[in-house]
């Protein structure tokens, strides 16, 4: 008999276990959905997927937007005009982070590089322009690529 009630607690623990396993993987479901719908609920998208993607209201006239995770930035030199370049400074790799004054500007020696064309101003340490991509305007959106 002692066997036989050990038996039933095991099967009762290990049903316990199958039915957490079961639960935990419905709730690793519910988050898989959860993030699909983030991501797309998301201004971007990250880096090797088909493209980059922000909203086109997201990028000053004048100015832009960086994309840290992506290295990328956005700009919008004129109305309805967009540009985009890696985010990689020229000089020694360091990210870009600011877009100001119609130039985008390395923390690291202070080179800017213009929004229009992404080549550096004549006193920066950076002396090739940042990586040009492309800006594709999709509806509301500006697809990078
Ligand atoms: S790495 Fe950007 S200015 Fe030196």
Known sequence: MPNSSLDRRTLIRTAGAVGAGVVGVGALAACGSSSTTDAAAS???PAGSAGVTVAASEVPVGGGKILADSLVVVTQPVAGTFKAFGATCTHQGCPVTKVADGKIECPCHGSQFDISTGAPTADSAA???????????????????
Do not use: M, R
């Open 127 to 145: 002396k090739k322009p940042l990586a040009a991509k492309t800006a594709t305007v999709s509806g509301a959106n500006i697809v990078i690529s």
């Open 43 to 45: 201004s971007s998208a």
